[in-house]
């Protein structure tokens, strides 16, 4: 088989019911989510050979998680049960209107950020892989995370597997001394594709931007320009692909991408996302639909194809997208009406 190979954590998603604060009502939702798990969930269902790679406590909660994503089609085997170990959790509150969301996390000493690359059989790990995804979360946890998220790149590097970055700048989670551009300027140079918004750009790798995202327009110009700096600074980056959110309120967001290819500039449809179900693991369906797409596609198909994918994510509750090849083709046909199948 095929595989893409995903490398990060999978936490326990604890989520106040509907649009509620936190603890206006004694309940919190659990379900799982983290994004390179994210990213293989939706591979899986887009028919993809997925393998997700993590540590995770050996006890029911872990098993858990395990079978949250397996049942997907997800493969498993590569992931490390530790004993003694705790399953990162997070913390969400869902915004409306003006009141944007919040995240609280709690994943300090988690089982993925105490995990060592000794820990893992590479050869295990990439068995049969030709793609390898890894997000800049994982190495933002501990510097044992950034070590451990080097080597697993590097490992790719050298079987000649394709890897894909996607920087995913957490200001919340950089706490054990190093700076995001410390650390992410050097996994960037194992990357064949990067996947950010301009935010993360900035904080990950210092290079800047002259847009605001609040402004309400977007200018395709100015993210070739930045897209063609990121090339430029980092040679063996082949692809740059840049996610595009107009943030009007909570729940309405205009949302697009663009990728600086080798074969040209391409952007996507612009998507008016008026009515936000859940836009949490958004930028992860944008991620999956993006690997399907350069793997099956050309690179204008391919931006269209994880636009539309992670369009569609916006009105599915939790973390993962569980949209299908099929739903994603109807809406890039133009069937966006969501009118009711029977």
């Not at 300090?108 to 390898?132: C, E, G, L």
Request: hydrophobic share 40%; glycine share 8%; charged share 25%.
């Amino acid at each position: 088989m095929d595989h893409v190979v995903t490398f990060g954590e999978i936490m326990l998603r604890l989520k106040s019911p509907g649009h509620e604060r936190f603890f206006q009502s004694p309940f919190l939702e659990a379900t799982f989510g983290g994004g390179e798990a994210n990213v293989a969930v939706s591979l899986s269902l887009l028919g993809e050979s997925s393998r997700f790679v993590t540590a995770l406590p050996d006890n029911a909660i872990g098993d858990a998680a395990v079978a949250e994503v397996r049942k997907y089609g997800v493969d498993v085997s590569a992931i490390k049960k530790v004993k003694q170990a705790r399953l990162g959790i997070y913390f969400l509150e869902t915004g409306a209107n003006q009141r944007p969301s919040k995240v609280v996390y709690d994943r300090d000493n988690s089982a993925i950020s105490m995990a060592k690359s000794s820990d893992f059989d590479w050869n295990a790990v990439f068995a049969q892989a030709s793609w390898f995804h890894i997000t800049g979360i994982t190495p933002a946890l501990s510097q044992t995370s950034a070590d451990c998220a080097a080597a697993a790149m590097c490992e790719a590097k050298e079987r000649g597997i394709t890897v894909s970055i996607d920087l995913n700048y957490r200001k919340k989670l950089w706490n054990y001394g190093k700076k995001a551009p410390e650390v992410m300027d050097q996994l960037v140079r194992y990357a064949d594709v990067v996947i950010a918004n301009e935010e993360d750009i900035q904080m990950c790798l210092g290079i800047d931007a002259a847009a605001d995202v609040t402004s309400g327009t977007l200018s395709d110009s100015v993210y070739e320009q930045l897209a063609h700096k990121v090339k430029s600074t980092y040679t063996n980056v082949s692809i740059v692909a840049i996610t595009l959110r107009e943030s009007i309120s909570a729940d309405r967001n205009g949302w697009r991408g663009v990728i600086a290819g080798t074969k040209g500039f391409f952007q996507s449809k612009r998507y008016a996302i008026d009515d936000i179900v859940d836009r949490v693991g958004g930028g992860d369906s944008f991620c999956a639909g993006l690997i399907y797409g350069l793997r099956h596609m050309d690179e204008q198909s391919a931006v269209e194809f994880a636009a539309a994918a992670s369009a569609l994510k916006h009105s599915i509750p939790g973390d993962f997208n569980l949209t299908l090849k099929s739903e994603i083709e109807a809406l890039l046909k133009g069937d966006g009406s969501g009118r009711v199948q029977r």
